[in-house]
């Protein structure tokens, strides 16, 4: 389309929304699933939307600068806010939705927000259990009246009534100036990291932050017009935003939001998102849940998905990547996807996806391989809210399941002395906000920021290869190396275990913590006549402990060929009696275990595993959803695994 | 004889008289179900029918429905008496329930079960129904529009198309209430809604039922014996034993009432 104008680049998400209804105006910008039909808006609509709202937020007195909470599940109205916040001069503060009241609370204060713009009545509840709290909050808007008719309306209004006192209203102009002001160094949003330690900082990031960002990855991954991400990761999350507002924006693709939390999957099958992200938990999950059904099948059935499963790992990767493949293996692959490999990702709505992304978590070669067997081209990145996401990314045809790839676009690397990643990128965040200190400490004068994590950049390919956090890789009383999440991710590799906590530093061994994966161990138990009656019965059946043993020392001898890491063997394990949770505080929103938490609490369970017990009483407080507390107590066993020698390094 | 309305505790204007039970007596032989009993349901309102088991409470709801016809007393509905009606002719009248057992088509989905309760909304003949053209087209959207309505509200949309057969005994329950709510009631009748469940489950069942209340005003006649739920759910309670009232009005009134604390605390009866 022609449009002709020689404008100035955007520097901005709403002069980005500008040129993009100046060029796709017609075109469906986002669509949500309500009432069992899917509803679109053009981006003209959206930007009307975005308007009547923003001008309703300058009704109600908003200033310059200041911080607006968005709290909700994924929906249009939501990411509309966030724009609208920024065309009022506003900064959007996305929080995590199904945070607890107290961390909302902290947020809230923490940033000074006035306004906050929330999904429904369970959002408007933990606000005004901490409202007396938040001295500088004034108005809550929320989205779904449901259940709030009997609510104090006195400072609360429905995201409509604002929107329809922003029509009725005359501050257009208003709105135009604070538009016109904005520039690449203003703040375009403030996401507030998960925090694997200590309290969660607010990262400000600039529009030139998410304008570059988002530009270079989407030249980097081709993303066009025309393309349909599936909204359903937390908005709160920074991948969240580049994804479904910053790319959106930049490359004018469609936003599409499911119905409900627990219809992703469904919604997912209906859009057929052609860039895709999920973290390495959902792709297990969906494994796991393919695999479970196939035991059910029928003889036939299974003969024909495993015959041509197996096809579709020789031959799909090497297509995906480009090399030869032979005449033969093309017609079989041609046949595989006919009868299986199409069907099945149709089932899992991934059949039109052309990027598929993962990061967050090392993911199991054995997933990884699965999915590239399909044909979808899954790709591992790898980055943090302070770069704006992208550090490093998997170049399409060279994508590994053990490296997390190149340096993104216009990003520097450099690998420290004691082997922790550095970067410089034009994502490179502004500040944590009020957090001079912290600030300083992650970002040196010259720009470089500290990941946090200790790799190296393999010489052979370029990429970069993560071993784990560069605070926990310690040295063992032997002196030597200790890294924890390189046992841990070979443990989780497992379908059984969900979850793994190696201890080790400073000790003369190493032991473990492990939690096991309820669907597939209750799927295993179900087909064994094993009877239990809860999670924590389950998860201390001594036929289980059995089982988790063999894993163990599976991973010793694989641990073991390493000379380097071969200290790091589990000697001892026990399986704990409840699963680790962001509730409890043992792991973050985002899932990552809070190590330092973890030790503290089950600090008399570590004491057993190294004093030689065979078994251990304990009591262990939990947090139920709703906030309240209970005790859960239970007796467990502690087995010795079965360690492999070391390699020598000069074998013969 | 009764003034117009009340406002409960929390604020809500409780309107005018909607059904009245004027003496209602019930025997099946010589066994009297329920005897000589009179209370009323204004528009609005919240109210709870309980008692111990074999009190009536299931025979009094079966009266209002219409499934059984008292041989004394009078129904009256909307100021109006009530003839002796078949239980469709009522349900045409906006009276809607549930059962105290749950009674879906197992083998239908979620969405076929909840559209039946549009049964009566439908207008277009069994051969218009089987051509799908025209006026039975426009139907079936317009009211498959209210039970999307309702889906969401319930918040059942990720089992819209299962089966019913296949979800959990609180799922059905759901179900039941969807399909209760499709025929856009009046009056709502819960025969035992939390029967069954788990506290997780219970508190989800009373939000939707103060939700069902405030949102589209429908009035709400409920019998349950989980006596937290009720005190905290209902406007006013109506307490039987033996077919007899022995309590009516609000429910710290019923609560300090002597005769209800001896019903329920096990005092010998004479």
């Known amino acids: 389309m022609a449009t002709g ?58 200033n310059v600068g200041d911080h607006i909470a968005i709290v909700g599940r994924n929906r249009p109205a939501l990411y509309w806010a966030m724009v609208a ?22 947020a809230l204060d923490h940033c000074g927000a006035r306004f906050a713009i929330v999904g429904d009545q369970e959002q408007v509840d933990k606000i005004a259990e901490v409202r007396d709290q938040l001295t500088e909050l004034e108005h809550v808007i929320y989205l779904d009246g449901r259940g709030l008719r009997k609510y104090d309306h006195a400072a609360m209004t429905s995201y409509t009534d604002v929107q329809a006192a922003g029509r009725a209203s005359d501050m257009a102009s208003t709105m135009a100036d604070r538009i016109a002001v904005l520039d690449y160094d203003s703040t375009c949003v403030m996401l507030y ?17 998410v304008i570059e960002t988002s530009r270079n990855s989407s030249d980097f991954d081709h993303l066009k017009a025309g393309d349909e991400v599936l909204a359903y990761l937390p908005m709160a999350w920074v991948g969240d935003f580049i994804f479904s507002i910053g790319q959106a924006m930049w490359a004018g693709f469609c936003v599409n939001c499911p119905e409900s939390p627990d219809t992703m999957q469904s919604d997912l099958r209906e859009i057929g998102p052609t860039y895709y992200f999920a973290p390495p938990r959902v792709f297990e999950m969906q494994l796991t849940n393919v695999m479970i059904r ?18 579709g790992r020789r031959v799909g990767p090497r297509l995906l990547d480009g090399k030869e493949v032979s005449f033969s293996d093309r017609l079989q692959y041609r046949l595989a996807d006919w009868l299986v490999i199409g069907p099945l990702k149709n089932t899992l709505g991934l059949s039109r996806v052309r990027v598929g992304y993962t990061a967050g978590e090392a993911i199991g070669p054995e997933i990884f391989d699965f999915y590239r067997a399909l044909g979808i081209n899954l790709k591992q990145l790898y980055g943090q809210t302070e770069a704006t996401v992208f550090i490093t990314q998997q170049p399409d045809g060279e994508v590994r399941s053990d490296t997390v ?63 784990d956090r560069a605070k926990d890789v310690g040295k063992m009383v032997d002196g030597s190396l200790f890294a924890p999440k390189y046992v841990e991710n070979k443990l989780k590799f497992f379908p059984n275990i969900l979850e793994a906590v190696v201890f080790g530093a400073d000790r003369d061994r190493c032991t473990a913590f492990i939690n096991i994966d309820l669907t597939a161990v209750g799927n295993w138990a179900e087909r064994n006549n094993i009877a239990y009656s809860s999670y924590q019965e389950l998860s201390q059946h001594p036929q289980v402990l059995d089982t988790i043993a063999g894993h163990v020392a599976d991973v010793n001898a694989s641990v073991a060929a390493d000379p380097m890491l071969a200290g790091c063997q589990v000697h001892r394990f026990l399986v704990l009696h409840k699963e680790l949770d962001a509730d409890d505080g043992e792991m973050t929103r985002t899932r990552k275990v809070r190590r330092r938490i973890v030790e503290e609490k089950f600090s008399d369970l570590i004491a057993a595993l190294y004093d030689g017990r065979s078994e251990i009483y304990t009591e262990t407080e939990v947090t139920y959803e709703d906030g309240r507390k209970g005790k859960i107590t239970a007796t467990l066993d502690i087995r010795d695994a079965v360690v492999a020698p070391a390699a020598q390094v000069a074998a013969e | 004889m009764l003034d117009e309305g009340y406002v409960t505790a929390d604020g809500r204007q409780i309107g005018g008289v909607m059904m009245d039970m004027r003496g209602i007596t019930l025997r099946f032989g010589g066994v009297e179900a329920i005897k000589n009993i009179s209370f009323d349901i204004r528009e609005g309102e919240i109210r709870a029918i309980i008692g111990p088991n074999g009190a009536g409470k299931s025979s009094m709801l079966n009266v209002i429905s219409g499934f059984y016809n008292p041989q004394e007393g009078e129904v009256w509905f909307h100021g109006k008496r009530r003839p002796p009606m078949k239980p469709f002719q009522v349900a045409r009248q906006g009276i809607a329930r549930t059962f105290q057992n749950i009674a879906l088509f197992e083998g239908m989905t979620v969405l076929d079960n909840v559209m039946t309760g549009r049964l009566t909304q439908m207008k277009s003949g069994m051969l218009a129904q089987a051509i799908w053209k025209g006026k039975a087209e426009r139907e079936e959207t317009a009211n498959r529009e209210v039970v999307e309505k309702i889906i969401d509200f319930l918040e059942i949309q990720a089992i ?17 209430l969807a399909r209760a709510l499709a025929a856009e009631p009046k009056l709502l009748l819960l025969d035992e809604p939390m029967a069954g469940m788990n506290v997780e489950e219970k508190e989800d069942m009373s939000r939707f039922i103060l939700d069902v209340n405030d949102e589209f005003g429908t009035t709400i006649a409920l019998i349950e014996h989980d006596m937290g739920v009720v005190m905290d759910l209902s406007d006013r309670v109506v307490v039987m034993d033996y077919g007899r009232k022995i309590g009516d009005g609000t429910p710290d009134e019923v609560r300090n009432n002597q005769e209800v604390i001896d019903a329920y605390l096990g005092v010998a009866h004479d």
């Open chain 1, 5 to 62: 104008q020689p404008q100035a680049r955007p520097v901005s998400i709403p002069a980005l929304l500008a040129r993009n209804v100046a060029q796709h105006g017609a075109k469906a910008a986002y669509r949500e699933k309500e009432f069992g039909i899917w509803q679109s808006w053009s981006w003209a609509e959206a930007a009307q939307e975005i308007d009547a709202l923003a001008l309703g937020l300058l009704t109600l007195g908003a």
């Open chain 1, 85 to 106: 916040a920024q065309k009022a001069g506003c900064v959007p503060v996305p929080l995590y939705q199904d945070a607890a009241a107290e961390e909302v609370a902290y």
């Open chain 1, 193 to 209: 990291t998960s925090g694997t330690t200590g309290r969660p900082k607010g990262v400000v990031l600039s529009n030139r932050n």
């Open chain 1, 294 to 311: 196939m035991e059910d099948a029928g003889r036939f059935k299974k003969w024909l998905f495993h015959k041509y499963m197996a096809v």
């Open chain 1, 405 to 467: 790839g190149v340096p993104s676009p216009g990003v520097e690397l450099r690998i420290a002395e004691n082997g922790e990643v550095f970067y410089r990128s034009p994502g490179v965040f502004v500040e944590y906000y009020k957090n001079a200190d912290s600030t300083a400490s992650t970002k040196d004068a010259e720009g470089w920021v500290a990941t946090g994590d200790a790799g190296f950049i393999e010489e052979s390919s370029g990429h970069l290869r993560i071993i």
């Open chain 2, 160 to 176: 819209r198309k299962t089966p019913v057969g296949r979800l959990p005994y609180g799922l059905k329950k759901r179900v039941e």
